[in-house]
T-cell receptor, first 112, second 114 residues
Framework: EPEVTQTPSHQVTQMGQEVILRCVPI?????FYWYRQILGQKVEFLVS????????KSEIFDDQFSVERPDGSNFTLKIRSTKLEDSAMYFC??????????FGQGTRLTVV | AQSVTQLDSQVPVFEEAPVELRCNYS??????LFWYVQYPNQGLQLLLK??????LVESINGFEAEFNKSQTSFHLRKPSVHISDTAEYFC????????????FGAGTRLFVKA
C-alpha cells in the first residue's frame, strides 16, 4: 500500500538554527500539506501546496516557514530560525482528489 | 469556514463496554468527514471516512460512525471496546471542493480500563 514517508523521525536542533523537514508524498497525488501538533494538543493546519505553489496557509505559517517541492518526489518544510515554541510533531500529508488525506508518521522536532 | 467540535476531551470506559465519541461540525458547503486514530507516539491513521452514499460507515476493527446532516454530527461508536483501542481519536472535516484542507477537532482520548 502506498504511503507518505517523512524523514527524519526525530530531529533535535538548537534555537536559531535552520531546519528542513522532508517528506515523500504518494506519487500520483497532487495536493500536499504540512500540519503541526504541539505535544498534547490538536493537529493544526500549516500550509497547502498545489501546482508548485502555496494554495493556502494559516496564521502560524509566517515568514520563518517555507515549503518547496524541489523535484518530482520530495516536499520539504523549512524553518529558518527555530524557536523553542516550534517544538512539535510535524506531519506531512498528500491527497489525490476525492479521497482522504494520507499522513506520514511525523517528524518530532525538538528545539533546545 | 469549516470547524469541528469534539465534545469530550477524555472518555474512560471499561473493557467490553460500548463507547461513543461525539463529533459535531459546522460548514456552509458540502463536506467529507473522517475519523483518525493516533496511538501513543505514533502518527495519524485513518479509521473511517464518509465521502458520499450510505450515511453509516464502518471500519475493519469494529468502529462505526453515522453521518447525520440535520444534526451536523459524525459520532464514532463501538459496541465493545478492547484495551488496545486506547488512543487519541480525531474527528476531521474537509470541503468537497476547493483547497481540500482537512480541519481537525481537538481530539478525544479514549482510555480503556481492564
Amino acid at each position: 500500500e502506498p504511503e507518505v514517508t517523512q524523514t527524519p523521525s526525530h530531529q533535535v536542533t538548537q534555537m536559531g538554527q535552520e531546519v528542513i523537514l522532508r517528506c515523500v508524498p504518494i506519487s500520483n497525488h497532487l495536493y500536499f500539506y504540512w500540519y503541526r501538533q504541539i505535544l498534547g494538543q490538536k493537529v493544526e493546519f500549516l500550509v497547502s501546496f498545489y501546482n508548485n505553489e502555496i494554495s493556502e496557509k494559516s496564521e502560524i505559517f509566517d515568514d520563518q516557514f517555507s515549503v518547496e517541492r524541489p523535484d518530482g518526489s520530495n516536499f520539504t518544510l523549512k524553518i529558518r530560525s527555530t524557536k523553542l515554541e516550534d517544538s512539535a510533531m510535524y506531519f506531512c500529508a498528500s491527497l489525490a482528489t476525492a479521497s482522504e488525506a494520507f499522513f506520514g508518521q511525523g517528524t518530532r522536532l525538538t528545539v533546545v | 469556514a469549516q470547524s469541528v467540535t469534539q465534545l469530550d476531551s477524555q472518555v474512560p470506559v471499561f473493557e467490553e463496554a460500548p463507547v461513543e465519541l461525539r463529533c459535531n461540525y459546522s460548514s456552509s458547503v458540502s463536506v467529507y468527514l473522517f475519523w483518525y486514530v493516533q496511538y501513543p507516539n505514533q502518527g495519524l491513521q485513518l479509521l473511517l471516512k464518509y465521502l458520499s452514499g450510505s450515511t453509516l460507515v464502518e471500519s475493519i476493527n469494529g468502529f462505526e460512525a453515522e453521518f447525520n446532516k440535520s444534526q451536523t454530527s459524525f459520532h464514532l461508536r463501538k459496541p465493545s471496546v478492547h484495551i488496545s483501542d486506547t488512543a487519541e481519536y480525531f474527528c476531521a472535516v474537509r470541503r468537497g471542493t476547493g483547497g481540500f484542507k482537512t480541519i481537525f477537532g481537538a481530539g478525544t482520548r479514549l482510555f480503556v480500563k481492564a
